[in-house]
């Protein structure tokens, strides 16, 4: 057996006990470890492989969870699970109402734009389509919106929480791949912007069809000003975070811990105890906890790949493909479609892209290839951005579709009396609009790598 | 092959890492392809700051580390990183280097991660690049926010600079945002991090200082190699070297026009600067000797034999 | 601690030892969870300081080597409790379809190649500690010692192999006896009951009186 052999083998491995279902982290950290105690006992006979592997394996966990940029992770995290307390989800709503009612499907208008506005701080696609779940669906079945479209919108604004800034998996996608995590997270602003668009156009459109979303009118400039105040705190933790990346006035965890510091001083205004605090810290421990031990897990695995020369070869598979680089890319991203509907995205993520990042690189002509000699006609380091915000992308849009598209699940959950298959259904022009956006985010890289490029 | 050596390297191939190409080639034509030595970049088998610990257990038989990384990992080699012991060129720097390598205390040190040094990176000095009011002289240092680290920083903060946390790759944006000021690097690093970008000025002639990097090898696996291999190993060590300073001659062919597109200004400081600037290091070093004496280390002894052979 | 058995057996029926131990396993559990929380809060305050301090000149020395060094804590101190609840990551959709005795089987395997990887790796992360500890090892810039940090991760993962080695009797017991009440070990959810959870979650303790039940 050659060590690509081994390498080839084990990734089998790793695959069938994944689908089996042990823990994505563990699974990949024993793969990796027997494959390192195969690859040195190979070389070295077993007595000492055994023991080089064991310390092999020994220093990743400690060597790559210490590292500066991972740092703004639970600061994110920390965010997440105190906006919550910091009650901004109501003013939200009422501002965005007041302001936007007056559309044609006007409060399902305004509900895409808080729970983006929400999903933005909150960095939780299905939290917030719980929180809103309870805010913004009896207001909007009141002002007799169909259950259907009022469940859908809450499910598909939900997804947003994932591109706008703050946001933890483009953190890790940055990590992985070694690129700038500000820019990645200065580059998910648009997409995300772009995303809730496409949303409204869908809304207004079919309302003003159907016209079953009656519009919201009669607020007075007045009252529209009033809703104002109440959404500062958010758009302060929002121009925090994207102002401290694009101007670099902080680093990615100074601005993360400024936010944090921020919406804790809030949530203890708004009256949280100490209790929830403590309930906040340890859920956020608990969160934090799952994302380094998934890295940390994975990274063993990627070590053993590394000496098995494993990933250079798909590399070599992908480049040597006969189709065009856009079809392979598409395929890329429709595998990713398909994984994101039995797993988790940050798992998805971490446990593909090590593999699957040098490939698609490397497709694009290499790291460091200027925009005129690539195949999407895009440098090295727009490509990973550009990728990285299309693969989660792919992974939002899993939320909302069959058969575990948790966001619908939370929605029916909120309000037994909306079937899930009723939210399911409701879904399908959101879906449709993001398979929209996904084409435009294809077509039109710069909504993408244009504000990134700005930082320079 | 019938030997095959992995070498843990860290970040792309550049000016920086090729010594150790030339090597790979070198050994590669003295034995035939016989002995194969296999350049893994990116990290891939180890972390930078992991390397001794990677050599150590013999999971790769070569790899590269800068010693400032971690000074107590290596004592010994810290004396190289010690500011202002007038090391003009990299050729000096890689004969003062090889002297150190010769010395007992050093072998001892590197040996307990079971490690021999087998050849130097030599760097050229690091010097300070930085963006707003142009310091006319050392005291224009008071007061500024500097990336600088260990040995240096200590220096800077001597003529009253803020030595400021900020990782390398965050470097351009803190500059240009101006968390920092100024930061202080090899000229190839202000290029690869793109500081020269941002900065208005540079010190030409400051010259405080630079970090050691050396290539070594896994003693266990050095002592295995068959004489005619290991032959070839040293003997290639020269024209590994050779190469390493021409390609590192282009860096300044890219580096001077850079500044003057750029704009950038050229500080030179006089004479009578740089010598109250480099009295500060006085202290620096005794205190050095101070800490690694009582750590057992001939220190002092290193120190001088260090002096003595940069001076020849 | 447990009192009343779920199940509604008598006192012999129970392995009161086991359920003792793992009360006691999951008082230390939560206090590391509590540690690690604390070290986020208190990175979030240094963090904070150094901005504001580097405003006034004053940056924290050495801001990056204290936050990596201690990043370690909340990077592993949780790992047990995280197990504990079985909040690590995994694909359910085969376990999901199986029941009783097959269905504790699988989970039974699982748990044994997790205890077996985590045991390895307690032994390689120590060798990793103890070079630090015995030759030396310092951070880049002010030169903080690293073993404190590298001690952390054998000392977390072996808090982690008790709980596994508690899961590994918990799914035993089950596969001798499968009508038995699951005692310490996570149970799978549907999709239903996991959003369910996720609900309570993002609404805490207003849930019972809220009119999503
Ligand atoms: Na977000
Ligand atoms: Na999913």
Redesign the pocket.
Known sequence: MTPFDVGLLMTGVLLVLVILGVRVAFAAAFTGLVGLIIHFSMKMGFERGFFVALQMAGTIPHSKSVTYALSVLPTFILIGFLAFYAGFTKQLFEAAKRWLGWLPGGMAVGTVFSTAGFAAVSGASVATAAVFARVAIPEMLNAGYSKRLSAAVVAAGGTLASLIPPSAILVIYAILVEQSVGKLLIAGFLPGVFSALIYVGIIVAVSAWRGDAPPVKGYTWMERIESVPGTLPIIAVVAIIFCSFFFGWATPTEAGALGAFVVLMVAFAKGMKTKQLGQALHETAKLTVMIFTLIWGVLVYVRFLGFAGLPEAFKDFIVALEFSPWIVMICILLAYAVL??F???IGMLILTLPVVYPAVMALNGGESVSAADSAFGMSGEACAIWFGILVVKM?EL??ITPP?G?NCFVVSGVRPDIPVQEVFRGCIPFFVADVLTIAGLLAFPSIITILPTLMG | ADVTWNVSLWGKRRAFTEHVEKLAQEVAAKTDGKFEIVLHYGGALSKSRENLDGISFGAFEMAQFCASYHADKNPTLTVLELPFLGVSDLETEVKVSKALYDHPAVQKDLGRWNAKLLMPSPMPQYNFAGKGDVPGSISDFDGMRVRALGGLGKLMEAVGAVPTSVTASETYQAIDSGTVQAAGFAPHAHLSFKVVEVADWWTKNLNPGTVHCPIVVNVDAYNALPDDFKAALDASVDPALAHYLDTYAKVYDKWWPELENRGVTQVEFTDEELAAFSSKAGPIHEAWVAEQSANGLPAQELLDMVKKTIAE | MMTIDPGGRSDQERPVTYIRFDGWLARVENAFNMFAAFSILALMLLAVAQVVGRVFNTPVPGFIDITEQAMAIFAFAGVAYCQRVGGHIRMEIVLGNLSGRTLYICELIGVILIAFTVALLIWGSWYHFERAWNIGDSTMDIRLPTWPSKLVIPVALSLLFLRLLMQIYGYARLIADPRRTPIAVPVIEGVEEHAKHEIEEAFGEDTKEGGSK
Do not use: T, Y
Request: aromatic content about 0%; glycine content about 10%.
């Open positions: 994101g509907m797993m988790d995205a992974a899993c939320l575990i948790l």
